[in-house]
């Protein structure tokens, strides 16, 4: 604005150009970076979550959630982990994944134990990359990941324990990795890595994580309406008797 203002032409077209190219190369050259920081606002958006649309469908996210059993996933595991079979499951409670989804090939197939140990067979062509489960459905298998750039990250972990933490780190997903040299399993979630856990502690930790806040705070509200109600009867019946 100031060469415009000064009338130096010259300068100020020679500015334009490399204002022009130079937007460029930075798209260029950052764009892991840039890939990185929209995938963190995507992450962090209410609207993206979905929040807004299950406050009006309240009664449809309920029954999706009664429906989602978890037990073939532990189960699944279990003896994935006796055999030392490896294996990584994204679960994902607000949304599809499809770019990474995308990646693999899709299967939209209902979620059963004897599936999941078909995809993680050696043999099979599907065991090499992760799993992504959504709303009680394996969406797809064979997936890539993101790998984590954490330099803090034990040498014991391999590349499968480096993909679970990447893909906790960038989006609002718990992953399950079933390690392959030793059979333990672990948990990772919003870049931290909960390691040898119990099948017991696994299925805390993911009913956790796929129960919601809000219905949380609808469990917390509807406690005590119900020792409020049961007391209330208490003292009818001592007030009749």
């Given at each position: 604005?100031?060469?415009?203002?000064?009338?130096?032409?010259?300068?100020?077209?020679?500015?334009?150009?490399?204002m022009g190219v130079g937007v460029l190369a930075a798209i260029i050259l950052f764009q892991p970076e840039i890939r990185k920081f929209l995938l963190l606002i995507g992450k962090t958006t209410d609207f993206n979550k979905g929040n807004?649309f299950n406050g009006l469908f309240v009664w449809k996210r309920r029954t999706a959630k009664e429906a989602y059993n978890i037990t073939p996933i532990i189960e699944a595991a279990k003896t994935l982990g006796g055999t030392n079979t490896?294996?990584?499951?994204?679960?994902?409670?607000?949304?599809?994944?499809?770019?990474?989804?995308?990646?693999?090939?899709?299967?939209?197939?209902?979620?059963?134990?004897?599936?999941?140990?078909?995809?993680?067979?050696?043999?099979?062509?599907?065991?090499?990359?992760?799993?992504?489960?959504?709303?009680?459905?394996?969406?797809?298998?064979?997936?890539?990941?993101?790998?984590?750039?954490?330099?803090?990250?034990?040498?014991?972990?391999?590349?499968?324990?480096?993909?679970?933490?990447?893909?906790?780190?960038?989006?609002?997903?718990?992953?399950?990795?079933?390690?392959?040299?030793?059979?333990?399993?672990?948990?990772?979630?919003?870049?931290?890595?909960?390691?040898?856990?119990?099948?017991?502690?696994?299925?805390?930790?993911?009913?956790?994580?796929?129960?919601?806040?809000?219905?949380?705070?609808?469990?917390?509200?509807?406690?005590?309406?119900?020792?409020?109600?049961?007391?209330?009867?208490?003292?009818?019946?001592?007030?009749?008797?």
């Amino acid at each position: 604005l100031i060469v415009r203002a000064a009338q130096m032409e010259l300068l100020g077209l020679i500015l334009g150009q490399f204002m022009g190219v130079g937007v460029l190369a930075a798209i260029i050259l950052f764009q892991p970076e840039i890939r990185k920081f929209l995938l963190l606002i995507g992450k962090t958006t209410d609207f993206n979550k979905g929040n807004f649309f299950n406050g009006l469908f309240v009664w449809k996210r309920r029954t999706a959630k009664e429906a989602y059993n978890i037990t073939p996933i532990i189960e699944a595991a279990k003896t994935l982990g006796g055999t030392n079979t490896g294996a990584l499951i994204v679960l994902s409670k607000d949304s599809e994944l499809k770019f990474y989804a995308e990646s693999g090939d899709i299967i939209d197939a209902y979620l059963s134990k004897r599936l999941l140990l078909s995809i993680f067979n050696k043999h099979s062509p599907l065991h090499d990359g992760a799993v992504i489960i959504f709303k009680g459905k394996i969406k797809a298998a064979r997936c890539i990941l993101p790998v984590s750039e954490n330099d803090a990250l034990p040498a014991q972990f391999g590349l499968r324990h480096r993909a679970a933490l990447g893909m906790s780190e960038i989006t609002d997903t718990m992953v399950l990795i079933v390690s392959e040299e030793t059979g333990q399993f672990s948990l990772a979630r919003n870049g931290k890595l909960l390691h040898n856990l119990s099948p017991q502690e696994l299925r805390k930790k993911i009913n956790d994580y796929l129960t919601t806040e809000d219905e949380k705070k609808e469990e917390a509200v509807e406690e005590p309406a119900e020792k409020e109600a049961k007391a209330t009867s208490i003292n009818e019946a001592k007030a009749r008797a």
